[in-house]
């Protein structure tokens, strides 16, 4: 689908902190999807990610459960890991919210209807489903250029060393793994869900984007 400015699907991976679950001093947390501010989610996720070119975000009405996030990784007794890495990493929520980004209303995307067999079967009712484990959104920037920059720039957010260009001319890897949420994201993840969230660990996964220029070689 193409888009007046240049898009990309991104996954903010998170941990749901059940610590008091585990304690015995509280239930397992669900989440009403029906009742979540998801505008409230977009402006936190805007004010977290506030660094680098300015780019506009948009979030789906929905997010990629614990329950859904394991199963696909095979982490669930019984259940096998999906058979690809892509599908591991739950890309295809970020395809399929990517190609709906241009219905999306008031900064929404519309995702339940796309999203809803994606979803591992027991946790399908979106009304009573776990916390998330991943949460997609897109990024709507001026050009190519200023996606990958604003990108790059997320990574002192989380606590992660600067990109630097020469080491990436040089090889290394362009990698968001070991990152940590700040306070403020992640005190305002638990009023958006009311569930509290881990600090550590958190990682920024680029599920999909619109096709690159020419002069761009994926790595």
């Known amino acids: 689908m193409a888009h007046k ?3 990309m699907a991104l996954g903010l ?9 585990k304690a015995g001093r509280s239930r397992p947390p669900r989440v009403d999807h029906d009742k979540i501010n998801f505008a409230q989610l977009r402006a936190l996720l805007q004010a977290a990610f506030v660094y680098g070119p300015p780019v506009e975000i948009l979030v789906p009405n ?9 199963s696909r990784m095979g982490m669930l007794p019984g259940v096998q890991a999906a058979p690809t890495e892509d599908l591991c990493a739950c890309r295809d929520f970020g395809v399929a919210m990517l190609e709906l980004a241009g219905k999306a209303s008031d900064g929404v995307i519309d995702v339940r209807k796309a999203w809803s067999a994606k979803h591992a079967g027991p946790v399908r009712d979106r009304r009573y489903a776990p916390p998330p484990s991943l949460l997609p959104f897109v990024v709507m920037a001026t050009d190519f250029e200023d996606a990958m920059i604003w990108q790059a720039s997320t990574l002192p957010v989380l606590g992660l060393k600067p990109f630097d260009p020469i080491e990436a001319l040089a090889g290394a890897r362009f990698s968001f793994e070991g990152g940590r949420l700040p306070l403020a994201l992640k005190m305002g993840l638990r009023e958006v869900f009311g569930c509290p969230f881990e600090e550590f660990p958190s990682m920024l996964d680029r599920l999909s984007m619109d ?6 070689e994926l790595g």
Do not use: G, I, L, M
């Open 5 to 7: 400015k240049f898009c």
């Open 13 to 21: 991976w998170v941990n749901p902190d059940f610590s008091e679950v």
């Open 62 to 70: 929905d997010t990629v459960d614990q329950v859904t996030a394991h």
């Open 211 to 216: 096709k690159p220029p020419a002069s761009y």
